[in-house]
């Protein structure tokens, strides 16, 4: 085994991680390029794991209030104008519509990379009261940024995301709808995608183009790379007041609500084939897969089996999404690889003697261990061993994060830290922004977060020596 | 009651049918309008009511093999223009992006007024045995067409809608794809909407740019005006040749498959409106509506009222779509009407009185019709009451269709009956170009289809008098 390739053209892991990426997202069949540059096509596979998330949270944000929407794709240049941060951000890098039903544009739009301008003039046409208060929108949707290095999911100048956008009274309710919603993201990460996660708040430098502070979920790659795979944003009343939205407050004072944004995309499905896979290729983690168990019929030409792996596909499909992979034009050993490629959780192996002693086994794509189960239990057994994937998917994840994680009491230590593992490199930090820079510019790495959770390593600040604030973690980022 | 507003406000449907829409719309939040001309905001209460109608169609579209995938927004030039009457068709009405990330772009790039040239072009690189197909693939997406009068939902340059793409490797098993995504169209109409369809196929005329054949389901508002409310079309090869996607069929010859689409879109939402609605505002089908059952409490701040309208709340609402309307600086004359305007289904009173007397009073939005109930029998009455109502409001739009449809036998009979009744009028007709379009001239009505339910009214074609072919019918148009 060691690191063999087990499916032709997929590069190994260990040789050119980027490589191995990009060969498991088109073999996969998860998406492909397109003649669009910069946008990938997502295909029914990959198309179904995002499904599978969106379902998940949207019930999630509905348990929480959420009351989904839709507005234009096209913003008007006047309004992207209006708050000097956000523009600055995202002027650069947005796509402009100039010439439409055969006429040029008096006033150009933009095709939306984030809605903040949208939400924020529609709210400030419909508040007037304390009672419409708060307001907690959300829409699924496309959204486009002009990135000039791109790769599928993980930067795609269109993806899909959601983008919740809500208003409230106070500071204080805003900020608990900004920490609510990142939590909602950690429970996606971990325990949808079973991926650990890193929650903290991004550093002023890092933090989104308008906000005052930003929240965020980071995750950590196979190889170390971090990854930002979700954000919440308190705004305060930064467009609130850019965009003259008031109400009447319970004193009948006019006054400007507060405000927050948080969105969760397409990339994630990026993060789950960089933090999961291998040299196998794709490893799904069992509650987003849109197939959880395939049923590979051994000998099929055989009396009787294509006809107990038809009954168990009846059986077995009211509890899990399955698959009977019968095709007559592929050998048993090239669908064993297939699957295991495609990173379905559980395959099982049925032939005329497993029949014969009335059992069926069942092999495990994260451990590739294998078991012999009674049919008669199968059913309880699958339910057991997608739980036990998840949770096994979930530590193994955890031990490259433990793995990977240092402490650097220098600058020379963080660059040799990342230099040896990658990973998060955990330092004490000052609050300044030219050691924010210094790290950025000596090792590459970018501040992943303050984490929530603080520990005091050293009163000195690991880059200019002087008194510490916080803890930070750093990392290299995809 | 008669012709009276009941709500303040909303115009008269009978005096000026288009204000009353509109102002449905706005008042009853379902959209409004934004910053971007001739793209409208859908609000929560509209957006609820697209969920509802997109999971329903969802499902269906599985049960047949349908798999969902997303591809670019942006489509190149060169693509749209490969297909003559496609693009004929669509290029006066594309929107055009010309600049991006600060540069102009070397090659112009139209947002999607539908994605025949981009799935095509996909298709021709994945596909390459008999083995491939079908693919059967649908998007749920925005699109875009710079219309040049617009309607919330009607006619917006921007809407939502589902657009499934197929290619198959016989003539026949696209015909009867097309056919069967316009029976669920048909039964996503009809079942979930309540309002009767009239199936057929459209001219040659009226038919999709770059179709062979094009299926329509049309429906018939309050007005008696005509509205195409979902489309399947069959391509025979025209797109697979343009776009040379080709396969090794059975016999292993190169071979061009049979394409086709369809499409269902936030159109609907208009058709909801404009079938059911009265001067009291909405009336929602309830499968679909948002909110199926509003309790409204009598007397509230009485002592148990409260108490007891949250324990029906409560109980209630694991069976149905249910709110409790507590406001307490809103009278209960006004909670009427509003939720009455808004379209729910069902109100429930419950005042004091009633809980004494262990009942609620049930009012239906359909026929203002009242009722008692015991409180232990309400569950079960609802569910029973929900499916009356869908009923009869299914009744009464067939009972205006039948009203409003007509025979002709000359020019000036269709006009003569579009005149007094609108609706539909059925005539014979010859197959010919010209006849079609001396009745668009001489009555301003376009053909809706060809039914498929065909009936023999005379041997002559109503306009020019010549052998006719077929039985056409005829009718004013949103």
Redesign the interface.
Same mark, same amino acid.
């Given at each position: 085994m060691g690191n063999d390739n087990f499916v032709k053209d997929i590069t190994n892991i260990e040789d050119d991680f980027t490589k191995w990426y990009t060969d498991i997202v088109l073999k996969a069949e998860l998406a492909?390029y397109?003649?669009?540059k910069g946008? !990938? /096509?997502?295909?029914?596979y990959g *198309? @179904?794991i =995002?499904?599978n998330i969106q379902k998940y949270t949207d019930n999630k944000f509905k348990e929480t209030g959420v +009351? $989904? %929407? *839709?507005?234009? %794709?096209? !913003?008007?240049e006047n309004?992207l104008q209006k708050e000097k941060d956000h523009v600055e951000g995202f002027a650069?890098? %947005? /796509? =402009?519509?100039? $010439? @439409?039903?055969?006429e040029e544009l008096e006033e150009k *739009?933009c !095709?939306r990379p984030t809605s903040e301008t949208?939400f924020s003039?529609?709210y400030s046409? =419909?508040l007037s009261s304390w009672?419409d208060l708060p307001m907690i *929108?959300n829409q699924w949707? $496309?959204v486009?940024r =002009? +990135?000039?290095e791109t790769r599928p999911f993980l930067r795609s100048r269109?993806f899909?995301w959601q983008e919740g956008h809500t208003i409230h009274e106070t500071e204080n309710e805003a900020k608990e709808r900004t920490v609510k919603m990142l939590e909602i993201y950690a429970d996606v990460v971990e325990n949808l995608l079973a991926i650990p996660v890193l929650k903290g708040i991004k550093t002023e430098k890092e933090k989104f183009a308008g906000a005052e502070e930003t929240y965020t979920v980071e995750c950590l790659m196979h190889n170390g790379r971090a990854l930002q795979s979700a954000t919440s944003h308190y705004f305060g009343q930064n467009f609130t007041k850019a965009f003259d939205v008031r109400f009447q407050n319970r004193d009948g004072k006019e006054e400007y609500p507060y405000q927050t944004s948080w969105g969760l995309s397409t990339r994630l499905i990026g993060s789950i084939i960089m933090a999961h896979g291998d040299n196998r290729g794709l490893k799904l983690p069992p509650k987003v897969a849109p197939i959880q168990v395939v049923i590979v019929p051994i000998a099929q030409h055989k009396e009787g089996v294509l006809d107990k792996a038809n009954e168990l596909f009846e059986d077995l499909k009211k509890n899990y999404r399955i698959k009977l992979d019968d095709r007559d $034009?592929y050998s048993t050993g090239f669908k064993f690889n297939d699957w295991e490629m495609r990173g379905v959780p559980i395959r099982i192996e049925i032939g005329p003697r497993d029949i014969e002693n009335g059992v069926a086994v069942l092999v495990r794509r994260d451990t590739c261990e294998k078991e012999t189960v009674d049919i008669s239990k199968l059913n309880e057994r699958i339910g057991i061993l997608l739980e036990e994937i998840h949770n096994n998917m979930y530590n193994m994840c955890l031990e490259n994060v433990k793995n990977r994680t240092t402490v650097a009491y220098s600058l020379e230590e963080i660059e040799e830290n990342l230099n040896k593992n990658q990973g998060y490199v955990k330092t004490m930090w000052c609050e300044g922004l030219e050691c924010e820079n210094k790290v950025k510019e000596v090792t590459g790495a970018h501040s992943r977060c303050i984490p929530f959770e603080q520990e005091v390593l050293h009163k000195k600040c690991a880059i200019c020596g002087k008194d510490a604030k916080k803890m930070i973690v750093w990392g290299r980022q995809y």
């Open positions: 492909d397109t003649d669009t946008c !990938i /096509a997502i295909k029914p *198309y @179904a =995002w499904e +009351e $989904n %929407v *839709y507005f234009p %794709v096209l !913003i008007p309004l650069p890098e %947005v /796509a =402009w519509v100039t $010439n @439409a039903g055969g *739009y !095709i949208m003039i529609l046409k =419909w009672r *929108y949707c $496309n486009l =002009w +990135e000039k269109e899909l $034009n």
